[in-house]
């Protein structure tokens, strides 16, 4: 047949069609091992998320890092509120933190100990309000009730923590309580 293209051409053009279609097929396999990769290293510091909830913090561009801010940030603030920190305040606030996974040893957790040692700058609680802000916008309403709930009972364990003046009357002392309403208004 003469103007038909050979055979070798045709095979050429299949090859270079499906070296193309297995290339783009395997590169979407690899973004999807690393989107669950993502996504398992953000379980580590939002356990018991559902993963459209992980998927929505890793597509708006939050990290596993910039989440454990997000929740450490108002509880060091807490316990920090009446100008220092107790042991029982130390020790709520570390448990959050490995909850969170945070472990002994890590780089997070040598940071965390840094803060638990000198109380950081204001600007800190300053700039955890603009995120915490600007990611609050991007939230479900379901989703906001959650991480609000979640957030609020950590911190007050943490102000619980101290057990108030030599034990008796409020739990939570004046400084603290202040640092939750701020932290409650910003969740609001």
Known sequence: MEGYPPNSDARSLEEAFFAKENAQLLEKLK????????????????????????????????????????????????????????????AALLKAAEDRGVAPGSISHQILDKWLEQRPEPRLFEAWKRYARAVWGTLGETERRAVHSRMIDLARGVAEAAGGFLGLGSKISTAERTVLDEVERELS
């Open 31 to 90: 973004q999807m091992a690393r989107r669950e990769e993502r996504r398992q290293a953000m379980r580590e510091v939002v356990p018991n998320a559902e993963d459209a909830f992980l998927d929505h913090l890793l597509d708006i561009g939050l990290t596993p890092e910039t989440v454990l801010a997000l929740v450490l940030v108002p509880l060091l603030m807490v316990a920090w509120a009446d100008g220092k920190i107790d042991r029982g305040e130390r």
